[in-house]
T-cell receptor
């Protein structure tokens, strides 16, 4: 069965520090997609990135980067030079080809960036 | 373009009352999802529709919950009778609905339901 684990419940850092959010997944499918969503204090979930199981290239978007490693079933998210506006709950999610469009979410990591 | 629209944003009701949550997906999106978020259980998929047809309702907690999508631009999630344990934030999301697992879902602002 598919499962997503975000072991870090809460992380608190000082502004400008780098921070990495961990995500480990379980699936029997060979074709699947991984996602990261951000839930700011306003409440709605915002899509950040999608990665398919055949593409292990790291992705960088500004201060955000993602490291996908199939060998360890991990899809970690790093924020470089964190800012107060990065404070949010971050969710990792998995979608399998057998599950069609169903997203299975991890429990989320609450990130607090202190000024 | 408007995002996913949900109403009401907040709902407070008493145990035993009927509650109806509403959702308007993004125009042109063919899939619609209802999620529930609680501290204990996190984000759970309740049901999803593709082309207005319910595809998977295995996440619906019990018979007190029902969902409908009468047309491409409107869906409802009904709880009758409501119970205090139904208190949660209910999200509606939509996606293009192409076959396969790759479409990102766009979420509405959520409805915060409190059942007293």
């Amino acid at each position: 069965a598919q499962k997503v684990t975000q072991a870090q419940t809460e992380i608190s850092v000082v502004e400008k520090e780098d921070v990495t959010l961990d995500c480990v997944y379980e699936t029997r499918d060979t074709t699947y997609y991984l996602f990261w969503y951000k839930q700011p204090p306003s409440g709605e979930l915002v899509f950040l990135i999608r990665r398919n199981s055949f593409d292990e290239q790291n992705e960088i978007s500004g201060r955000y980067s993602w490291n996908f490693q199939k060998s360890t079933s991990s899809f970690n998210f790093t924020i470089t030079a964190s800012q107060v506006v990065d404070s949010a709950v971050y969710f990792c999610a998995l979608s399998e080809i057998q599950g069609a469009q169903k997203l299975v979410f991890g429990q989320g990591t609450r990130l607090t960036i202190n000024p | 373009d408007a995002g996913v629209i949900q109403s009401p944003r907040h709902e407070v009701t008493e145990m035993g009352q009927e509650v109806t949550l509403r959702c308007k997906p993004i125009s042109g999106h063919n899939s619609l999802f209802w999620y529930r978020q609680t501290m204990m259980r996190g984000l759970e998929l309740l049901i999803y529709f593709n082309n207005n047809v319910p595809i998977d309702d295995s996440g619906m907690p019990e018979d007190r919950f029902s969902a409908k999508m009468p047309n491409a631009s409107f869906s409802t999630l009904k709880i009758q009778p409501s119970e205090p344990r139904d208190s949660a934030v209910y999200f509606c999301a939509s996606s293009l609905g192409r076959p396969g697992p790759w479409d990102e879902q766009f979420f509405g602002p959520g409805t915060r339901l409190t059942v007293l």
